[in-house]
């Protein structure tokens, strides 16, 4: 009954979440990282999250 | 309740609005099959068991640093707003500014009395995960925003708003342009989130929140061109200049 209950949570928070197209959450995650990279090697980083999930958005839709 | 910060009052009301939606026409829509006393007995329950575990949740999120806070929410809020954004662009594409559509259930095996348990369950069901999310947007914006006075007026108005015009216009609330509120939405989880996930990385944004704006002007695009694309392609004719 314990699994089946924590089954449900982390189905509940993985559709919250990460919904029908993990690639999203995934994109995210990249650029993010990226973005951190950049940053400790001193350069302006601000934009590339918004490109890049703009994009993904984009590449997400064309897949459906 | 003072409002401090007016745009996480809007965003948060528009952004539990859709939530708050979804949990009224679900109670609505129970309640007008199956009966009102179990559906607002199950609604009731699902209130009580949401504000045990916003209690809980609320007092774990503030031991949480700042940064850690806005990296972590941000991420999350940008990737549900990114999924509202892309359900939201192809529901307009595909239906325009329509309505929700009808909800349905079958009236057979309703007991005569006693608790409805099928009217409870889904009623509580409805409240509880809705409730949950709404809980979600209004911890992630008031704390990240250092306004969750601001926040729980958003959603406490978007309750009342919500609910009140769903049990004074039954029929009618089933038909909100949900779509069209989605993407708007979508759009405002997305720029927040997007900020406040870069911002926790210690990343500066040019002009501080003034961004925010800018992050809204250019999701909002996207999401136009995005909409216009699928139409094109969905209805192909409509890319083509009238002749004659």
Not at chain 2, 32 to 57: D, N, P
Not at chain 2, 165 to 174: D, L
């Given at each position: 009954m314990i699994l089946r209950w924590l089954e449900g949570f982390g189905r509940f928070w993985y559709d919250f979440i990460i919904g029908d197209d993990w690639t999203i959450a995934a994109t995210v995650a990249a650029a993010l990282t990226a973005t951190w990279l950049l940053h400790l090697a001193g350069l302006d980083a601000w934009w590339l999250l918004p490109f890049a999930v703009v994009i993904e958005v984009g590449l997400s839709l064309r897949s459906d | 309740m003072a409002v401090s910060n007016p745009s996480v009052f809007v965003t948060t009301f528009l952004a539990s609005a859709v939530e708050v939606i979804e949990m009224?026409?679900?109670?609505?829509?129970?309640?007008?099959?199956?009966?009102?006393?179990?559906?607002?007995?199950?609604?009731?329950?699902?209130?009580?068991?949401?504000?045990?575990?916003?209690?809980?949740?609320?007092?774990?999120?503030q031991a949480v640093p700042i940064d850690t806070l806005r990296l972590v929410i941000g991420s999350l809020l940008l990737v549900f707003g990114l999924q509202w954004l892309r359900k939201g662009i192809r529901r307009v594409a595909a239906h325009g500014?329509?309505?929700?559509?009808?909800?349905?259930?079958?009236?057979?095996?309703?007991?005569?009395?006693?608790?409805?348990?099928?009217?409870?369950?889904?009623?509580?069901?409805?409240?509880?995960?809705?409730?949950?999310?709404?809980?979600?947007?209004?911890?992630?914006?008031?704390?990240?925003?250092?306004?969750?006075?601001?926040?729980?007026?958003?959603?406490?108005?978007?309750?009342?708003?919500?609910?009140?015009?769903?049990?004074?216009?039954?029929?009618?609330?089933?038909?909100?342009p949900r779509s069209a509120l989605q993407l708007l939405v979508g759009t405002l989880l997305s720029s927040f989130g997007t900020f406040w996930a870069v911002e926790g990385l210690g990343v500066a944004w040019p002009a501080d929140e003034i961004a925010i704006l800018a992050l809204i002007g250019w999701y909002a695009l996207a999401a136009a061109g995005y909409t216009t694309l699928l139409r094109r392609r969905a209805h192909p004719l409509l890319a083509q200049p009238s002749q004659g």
């Open positions: - | 009224v026409i679900i109670i609505v829509g129970v309640g007008t099959v199956r009966g009102w006393r179990s559906t607002w007995l199950g609604a009731g329950a699902g209130l009580a068991v949401l504000a045990v575990l916003v209690l809980v949740f609320g007092t774990a999120l500014l329509r309505g929700m559509g009808d909800w349905s259930a079958s009236a057979e095996g309703i007991p005569t009395h006693g608790v409805d348990w099928t009217a409870f369950l889904l009623s509580f069901k409805g409240v509880l995960l809705e409730g949950l999310e709404v809980a979600f947007i209004v911890v992630s914006f008031g704390l990240t925003a250092q306004a969750l006075g601001s926040a729980v007026a958003g959603a406490a108005a978007a309750f009342v708003v919500i609910a009140v015009a769903g049990v004074a216009t039954r029929n009618v609330v089933q038909r909100i």
